[in-house]
């Protein structure tokens, strides 16, 4: 009785193994790279304070009497989240982008999604109303969404 080994097919899952240790470990590595990025970006005192001051005034504004004001809170509201983000690092061209690639650190950011398309009726369309109540629960979104970021 004689045994033979087919070397071609043993060398072949060799180099499968080594090709898998290889992926396995550059993924390893991007993985530890994307969860240091996420780490290390936080707002420095100035920039925090900054904005605040700004939050202030968008609740003061929001207070204000007349549905333009509310419109003009909500659409500043929006900003100060996108621009909260950007300092963040977070990738994207548009807020919804940024949005999207920040729920992965910060889950509860999916709530603030329904304030985002108010800002963008708003934006978009001419004869959108908005109701007083609609202005206050988007603040409230966006004001708990840029908490939890600590940009306020």
């Given at each position: 009785?004689?045994?033979?080994?087919?070397?071609?097919?043993?060398?072949?899952?060799?180099?499968?193994?080594?090709?898998?240790?290889?992926?396995a470990a550059i993924i390893a590595l991007l993985f530890s790279r994307i969860r240091r990025f996420f780490a290390s970006r936080?707002?420095?005192?100035?920039?925090?304070?900054?904005?605040?001051?700004?939050?202030?005034?968008?609740?003061?504004?929001?207070?204000?009497?007349g549905e333009m004001s509310r419109k003009v809170a909500v659409l500043e509201a929006d900003k100060l989240l996108d621009h909260a983000l950007k300092a963040?690092?977070?990738?994207?061209v548009t807020l919804g982008e940024r949005l999207k690639f920040a729920q992965y650190?910060?889950?509860?950011?999916?709530?603030?999604?329904?304030?985002?398309?108010?800002?963008n009726q708003l934006a978009h369309e001419?004869?959108?109303?908005?109701?007083?109540?609609?202005?206050?629960?988007?603040l409230k979104a966006f004001e708990k969404a840029l908490t939890r970021i600590g940009a306020i």
């Open positions: 009785m004689t045994f033979t080994i087919d070397v071609g097919a043993a060398g072949r899952i060799i180099a499968v193994l080594a090709f898998a240790l290889v992926v936080s707002f420095d005192g100035s920039d925090r304070e900054a904005m605040r001051r700004r939050w202030r005034e968008i609740e003061q504004m929001q207070a204000a009497p963040l690092g977070m990738p994207g650190k910060y889950p509860e950011l999916r709530d603030v999604w329904w304030a985002h398309k108010v800002r001419a004869s959108f109303h908005l109701d007083a109540g609609v202005a206050r629960n988007a």
